[in-house]
């Protein structure tokens, strides 16, 4: 028997189906194929660990990781050396000098009896203690008509029209007394301190600014606020000032006290305060009506002029007669454009804030008294005005 003839369409189906079994074997093995030779790359291209050592010598905080390594700094190369100052000059020593001691000045007056100022007196005519210790003069010098810096404070209040009159009467009189080189400025107080005109060489400004002085509104006299307040404002100008005070001297209702205003004064190394008490005519002729109270009022006020005025270097007048005036504000105008200039460096050069006692006194050159004649040969004792101490700053760290 023949063998049988295979059928070709039986024959082509069996082809496909190999080839498709062959092709379900391929697509489920290429994934695996893939991912092993991906995760064999990964393996070939991951870098050795390195072996564990000991912890860096400049460890930092400790984490989960291990230890955050602080490196060493390098070694800094030594800085330049400075080059050398040169040497003093052959025969001076090797050393350097620095002195801070204050200086200070003391405007001095001398007078006779009279007010007339005492002139050409010099540098060895003058000794000068400060607490009983003598001191060396560091500088001297003579003023002779020099200009003035100065504040005229007048009392002008509801109290008395005699007063009142006083008052306005020595204004005029001082600023007809002023030269044109003079800065002058106007002030006056009642319940408080009032500016009437700032600093000016114009003299008209001046009488004009008293001319305003007609009616009064109150009756207190804040002395002490007033005196304060124009101490503060005159601190802030450079050089030499001078306050002309024309008051009756009575405080009535001032927010300070007079030791609040009496260290103000202290405190103040280059105000001089000129005092004129005003009313003292009235004062004479009414003091046999008035009461003990009223009386003793009066003597303090007294009082307090003079302190102010001693205290600065300067004088307080009491004239009774208005005939007085141009004699009084001839005498301030000597006293501030014709004075000696003393300055020294003090042998206690604490700045502890106490209060130092100056004494200036003349002297012939050689310790013994000095002999002064006016020009009729007659001797002559003369007055020597100059401020009772000053108050050494207190050192600020």
């Known amino acids: 028997m023949s063998p049988r003839t295979p059928n ?44 564990q050592e000991a912890p860096p010598e400049a460890g930092g905080p400790q984490t989960e990781v291990g230890p955050i390594a602080v490196p060493k700094k390098k ?69 002779v008509d020099a200009p003035i810096t100065a504040v005229l404070l007048v009392e002008f209040a509801a109290t008395n029209y005699y007063f009142m009159y006083d008052a306005l009467n020595a204004s005029y009189t001082f600023a007809n007394s002023l030269k044109k080189d003079d800065w ?42 007033a005196l304060y307040d124009t101490i503060d404002r005159l601190e802030r100008i450079e050089g030499r000032k001078y306050i002309i ?8 209702f001032s927010k300070l006290t007079f030791d609040n ?29 008035m009461g003990s109270i009223q009386r003793l009022d009066y003597l303090q006020a007294d009082n307090q002029m003079t302190t102010f005025a001693r205290l600065t270097g300067g004088r307080a007048y009491f004239p009774k007669f208005e005939a007085e005036m141009p004699e009084v504000f001839g005498d301030i105008a000597g006293s501030i454009r014709n004075q000696y200039v003393i300055s020294y460096h003090p042998s206690n050069a604490k700045q502890d804030g106490s209060w130092r006692k100056i004494k200036v ?37």
């Open 261 to 289: 205003a009496l260290k103000k004064v202290k405190d103040s190394h280059d105000i001089t305060i000129f005092a004129v008490s005003t009313g003292n005519w009235v004062r004479t002729v009414s003091e046999p009506y």
């Open 8 to 51: 070709p369409l039986t024959l082509r189906g069996f082809r496909r189906a190999v080839n498709f079994g062959l092709i379900l074997v391929l697509a489920a093995t290429l994934p695996v194929v893939f991912a092993f030779a991906q995760s064999s790359s990964k393996q070939n291209q991951q870098p050795q660990q390195p072996t």
């Open 75 to 143: 070694d800094e190369e030594p800085p330049p050396e400075k080059p050398k100052p040169p040497k003093n000059p052959p025969g001076m020593g090797e050393y350097s000098l620095h002195v801070d001691v204050p200086l200070v000045s003391v405007p001095v007056m001398v007078t006779t009896k009279t007010g007339q100022f005492i002139p050409g007196l010099k540098e060895q005519n003058f000794k000068i203690e400060e607490d009983g210790v003598p001191q060396k003069i560091a500088s001297f010098n003579q003023q």
């Open 361 to 397: 006194e003349l002297t012939d050159g050689a310790g013994g008294p000095i002999k002064i004649r006016d020009q009729k040969g007659k001797d002559v004792k003369p007055t020597v005005i100059a401020r009772d101490g000053y108050k050494a700053k207190m050192e600020v760290e």
């Open 184 to 225: 002058v400025a106007v002030e006056y107080f009642d319940m408080k301190p009032h500016v009437l005109v700032d600093f000016t060489q114009d003299k008209r400004q001046i009488f004009g600014a008293l001319n305003t002085l007609r009616i009064p509104t109150w009756r207190e006299t804040n002395l002490f606020d």
């Open 245 to 252: 005070l024309i008051s009756r001297g009575v405080d009535t």
